[in-house]
């Protein structure tokens, strides 16, 4: 008699656990089926409605072409992370992540990653999340440091041959890295291989940012004007010292991460102005803009090739489609002829600045430390100026 | 023999189920136990080191402050998600989210939710993710539209009362709603209490936002300038018309909820400039500011009092304690005397603009329609500016 009611409450007992494991796991369970062609039709179930919308408004042309296209992002952090996500959550075609790096708790002061995932590697706990997120996206992950010899080979391999169809470059190359080694890195490879791409970058004091889009042998690469720490021979390692570590806020790196992929679906998708540089200060929420043209006395011997490829490619085009090309370059749709100015003229800058040094064409430095003692305005050269003021009316009453 | 060889089996099974559904859970599970005081020391297993290197690089005096303020976000949609997860992340003491909707697939274009949390209403899928990423956080959420009369006077009595200490008001709330009427809901709530607000918002085509301060006398409210469509008294639900949804981007709104925060950290923790004002056009990678003052016709009868209010605090200090205090209130410090200036003068605004509407102190309007007969320029009006310029030198020649 014992027997066969242990066995009953054996048996309700295994029926009870393994509802409750499925119920547990569907909650973690991707719970839709792939989607094979985007829908604009207003459902609650339609997860690309409000993105198909963005035809319907008169924004982009063919959100659909998103599923063509396949990103490389290089560093799976703070703004990497977060990248894809919002590249996932837009349908994009295939992500390549790149990253070395475990979870640690000390990351969860930024956006993306969660505390049961500390320990695993970047690239395999982002690859997880984004699958459920997106079951539509190809994901290719690897877990390693571009900047190592045999590693880098094989990146320069994947970003050359990993597109959705396998042989073919990638659309873009994203680096959300936080050193200047990767940087180097991504950059001698793009130079390489002749492959645009979007830099992006946060301060230490976790204040301010920026992205930048570099078209080999159009804009500046990342080795024609370099940082000016790395320009003085400092040791960045001497920077991260033991018990030092730099400051991160999510906003800055949210804010970051949202202004670079606006820059990519402008760029693949063909609509708005894409920025050539955008900086974010966060103290003042001032927000500078740029464009550089590349060095041509540049240490790296690739970007020297592309900048002649780029003039040769610009001299043979006809001259009406050189106008139109270059629109499809810099996707500069500015029907409103916005332009932005400094507010400072050039005569003013060189008044305040001091001593340049020599530099090539289309390299601007920016700042100088004034020489103090030639702008001080002291009273007499204020009168002097006066004078000189009274001297040039009292000519133009006698012209 | 077959009896205890099944009964083994299932023993077996059920050890087997018990640790697989242990293992699941683990994985969800916040994997840390509340940290009684944030540290600045730099391990892996500290989530705050990067919070407080903030101290060390200069940008916030006391970061530990951040954990005795109550912020309220009203709407947790694609900005106000992020909004919660950030402030999360940052370590804010407590949270009061509101929203009455439920996680739909629909909504996987923006950050933050999942597929697997479809049905769930928006607040408790919210608030389960966030406890996860930090236990150290208070959670107080309310599955409610704040529009309804009974949920109003509930929101009223709870953003005046439930701060961290019960019974005191929280320090700001967040409004980030998708419509006019939640807004206004919001805005009422707030001229009344005198609650400093922060709104935010993204346009129906995703491709521009904006966050504003809203200090109750202080700075115009909603009411003192009402968005035109609602000014010529267009019902709100034609807009929403069946089958026509509005358009979003996680980029966008990724960046509205950046900029919204990290105004917030500002004005909680006493660092850079905040912002009463910031749109973010993402077209043109354009961000204006601006401040607005207060309409003394406001509809709203409590902003009107609160000016009144604002105004004799005003005259009542003594005179350097009012610079104090509207550093204070402000959090202008701006060291660099930095000021934003418009590139159109008033006068060649007032040549391009068409008839303006009476209006009282401190309102203007955006734009007007321009009156294109009386600002065409004709040959003829350009060559008698030409001439009234030279004749101009003629007499200056002649002084």
């Not at 547990?24 to 094979?36: D, F, L, N, Q, V």
């Not at 695993?120 to 994901?139: C, G, M, W, Y």
């Amino acid at each position: 008699m014992a027997e066969p009611g242990r066995r009953e409450r054996l048996e309700r007992r295994v029926r009870e656990l393994e509802e409750e494991l499925a119920r547990e796991r569907s909650g973690r369970a991707a719970p839709r089926a792939r989607i094979e062609t985007m829908s604009p039709e207003v459902t609650d179930t339609n997860p690309y409605s409000r993105l198909m919308a963005l035809k319907r408004m008169g924004i982009v042309k063919d959100y659909e072409k998103i599923r063509t296209f396949t990103v490389a992002v290089v560093g799976v952090g703070g703004v990497g992370s977060v990248t894809a996500e919002m590249l996932t959550r837009c349908g994009i075609g295939k992500l390549l992540l790149f990253d070395y790096d475990k979870v640690e708790l000390a990351n969860m002061n930024r956006l993306f990653f969660q505390p049961h995932q500390a320990g695993l590697s970047k690239v395999q706990a982002a690859e997880h999340t984004l699958r459920n997120i997106n079951p539509d996206v190809q994901f290719e992950v690897h877990n390693y440091n571009i900047t190592t010899l045999d590693n880098f080979e094989h990146f320069m391999d994947r970003i050359s041959k990993g597109a959705l169809e396998e042989g073919k470059p990638v659309d873009l190359v994203l680096s959300c890295v936080d050193n200047f080694e990767a940087r180097m890195a991504i950059n001698t490879a793009c130079n390489e291989l002749g492959q645009t791409w979007m830099e992006s970058g946060v301060s230490e004091n976790a204040v301010s940012g920026h992205i930048q889009l570099i078209v080999p042998g159009g804009t500046a690469c990342f080795a024609c004007a370099p940082p000016l720490v790395v320009a003085a021979n400092i040791d960045e390692k001497t920077l991260k010292r033991e018990g030092v570590c730099a400051a991160s806020l999510p906003t800055t790196m949210g804010v970051v991460a949202g202004i670079l992929v606006q820059n990519v679906l402008k760029y693949l998708l063909d609509f708005g102005t894409v920025s050539y540089y955008l900086g974010y200060n966060a103290m003042q929420d001032f927000f500078p803009t740029m464009s550089m043209k590349p060095n041509p006395q540049c240490s790296d011997n690739n970007c020297r090739k592309q900048q002649e490829n780029y003039k040769q490619k610009e001299a043979a085009r006809p001259k009406q489609e050189v106008i139109d090309q270059e629109e499809e370059i810099v996707h500069e749709d500015n029907d409103w002829g916005i332009e932005l100015v400094s507010e400072t003229s050039e005569e003013e800058l060189k008044a305040a600045s001091g001593p340049m040094p020599e530099l090539p064409e289309g390299i601007t430095v920016a700042y100088t430390i004034p020489n103090k003692e030639e702008n001080l305005i002291t009273e007499e050269t204020a009168a002097e100026a006066e004078e000189s003021l009274e001297e040039l009316m009292a000519k133009m009453r006698n012209m």
